[in-house]
């Protein structure tokens, strides 16, 4: 029981702290989401194997964008608006995310 109860705090904070966009999301929940709610670009949505989805997550964690940038892509936020830097860092790994493409 008191197993049970803990990990439904730890599954409730873990909650709360992901919905606040305080803090920059992880490889884990990039993950999670392009597999659950798909990468949306140019009004297509795709959702992305988990083997794609990690690859991809862990570029994006390591690359140069924004904090705000990565809750927008955990968010499949199409309205967030790049910015200058947030533009460059995306054309940097590019050819990265094309190789988790291939992935299955």
Known sequence: MVKKLAAAVTVALLLATSAC???RPTADELSTSMQKK????KGRTVKLTKDQ???AAKIFV???LSDEA???IADSD???KATKKDDAALEKIKDDLGA???KD
């Open 53 to 55: 989805a990690d690859c």
């Open 78 to 80: 199409e309205t967030y």
């Open 38 to 41: 798909g990468v949306t670009t």
């Open 70 to 72: 990565l809750q927008a």
């Open 100 to 102: 988790c493409a291939t």
């Open 62 to 64: 390591k690359s140069g």
């Open 21 to 23: 966009g305080e803090e």
